[in-house]
């Protein structure tokens, strides 16, 4: 069965250096999702890609996120510096077109640790 | 006031139990209902997908939803330490144009336990 593949599953680093997150969707799922969830939370959208654009970064804090989805496949998140804050489980979702009707189907997330 | 408010618990009960979580939205625009299961340090996983107002049934899982009292429902019957974990609800928009703008919008999670 295809899955969302995510890497790092862990990453520690301390404040004010960069991370980096990996994201491969589902084969063919032109739209991917960065959520963000801070323990004890649901997960909270960031950015949304349609291929590779950019559809909706409403919630992306951009003066120190940054995502790319350069050929429309995989995907990077990218945080420089990083914030004590930013300690959270960064998931990546996929599905086909974006469509209501559509299931997304998340990674297993990369647990970031800001020390 | 969170868009999606949901009872983060903990929820402990017996195995065999009959589990009712709940959720309540403010939203009326949200037309897909879902839930998912999480299991620790795991991506969710979807568990039931409904549109609009109605039942779905899936096996021990049932799903409700009442948008005139904007209030959605699983019932899990016949409960297994298995289906510990955590529950969340999830919610999209229909635009006017009847094309989903696609971001999940989610509950806090309940945590479920399950104990023989």
């Known amino acids: 069965e295809a899955e969302v593949a995510q890497s790092p599953r862990y990453k520690i680093t301390e404040k004010s250096q960069a991370v980096a997150f990996w994201c491969d969707p589902i084969s063919g799922h032109a739209t991917l999702y960065w959520y963000r969830q801070i323990l004890g939370q649901g997960p909270e959208l960031l950015v949304q890609?349609?291929?590779?654009?950019?559809?909706?970064d409403s919630q992306l804090p951009k003066d120190r996120f940054s995502a790319e989805r350069l050929k429309g496949v995989d995907s990077t998140l990218k945080i420089q510096p990083a914030e004590l804050g930013d300690s959270a489980m960064y998931l990546c979702a996929s599905s086909p077109l974006g469509q209501g009707q559509e299931t997304q189907y998340f990674g297993p997330g990369t647990r970031l640790l800001v020390l | 006031q969170k868009e999606v408010e949901q009872d983060p618990g903990p929820l402990s009960v017996p195995e065999g139990a009959i589990v009712s979580l709940n959720c309540t939205y403010s939203?009326?625009?949200?037309?897909?209902f879902m839930w998912y299961r999480q299991y620790s340090r795991k991506g969710p996983e979807l568990l039931m997908y409904t549109y609009s107002s109605g039942n779905k049934e899936d096996g021990r899982f049932t799903a409700q939803v009442d948008k005139s009292s904007k209030y959605i429902s699983l019932f899990i019957r016949d409960s297994q330490p298995s289906d510990s974990a955590t529950y969340l609800c999830a919610m999209k928009l229909v635009w006017a144009g009847g094309t989903s703008y696609g971001k999940l919008t989610f509950g806090q999670g309940t945590i479920l336990t399950v104990h023989p």
């Open positions: 890609f349609q291929d590779e654009s950019v559809v909706d």
């Open positions: 939203n009326s625009a949200f037309q897909y």
